[in-house]
């Protein structure tokens, strides 16, 4: 009875599955402790941030092919504008990147007239220059004798960006009226960057202090002076870089 009893058992007793921790994982290994989780490799990010600056394959090929091109070419607008708009024909998206290396290849050969254009092209193309493109147009249309284009662009530049525009405009407007012997439109310009909190660099500092001096007020010529250049400057001597007293014997 015993004995037939324990034969009846014994199948079932077989098939019991053994504990959890006693299990081995396929080819011999410990198996995984019951309750932990499973090992999964995270996959490495790609996404990528839109303010990442990207630049354009081949953009400097394009560059310089647009100034070969816009070089040989008639100083009329119309063949210019032509010029520029074959050369945006067939790209799916615009060079913005390959524009602004090409004025800057204007820029380096001294084409004035040519910069004028392609900045008004892009201009009426609804593209927003840079403060380095608008450097660039500045400079060129002081360089051409458009002063009075130089001056609206300016004045636009003003109203529409109050309180953003960088010091290195003020100092290019700046510079234009010193050449011109202009003194009270360099001061005009210092009320502005005094207004707006602007520090003036060195050179642009002498500038405004000489304008000063052409008008007969030394005093605040000197007040100018004492206001923004610092008491000490660097300079190289002996092949190296020492930190000297303004108006002293090294400096």
Known sequence: MAGAFSLRLGPRLAGTPPPAGATKARGGGPGRPTGSRPLVSKKPNKEHHLWIRKDSAGSGKKALRLVNTVSKLPNEKEAVY????????????FPIIAAAKA??????????????QVAKWLMSKGQVLTWTTYDTLLLALFMDGRMDEAESIWNTIRQTHTRSVPKRLFSRMILIHDCRHCPDKVLEIYADMEELGVQPDEDTTRRIGRAFATLGQEDKEQLVLEKYLKKWKYIHFNGERVRVRRGGPLA
């Open 103 to 116: 004025l800057e290849m204007l820029k380096r050969r001294r084409q004035w007239q040519r910069i004028i």
């Open 82 to 93: 032509g010029a520029l708009d074959k050369w945006t024909a067939f790209e799916p998206e």
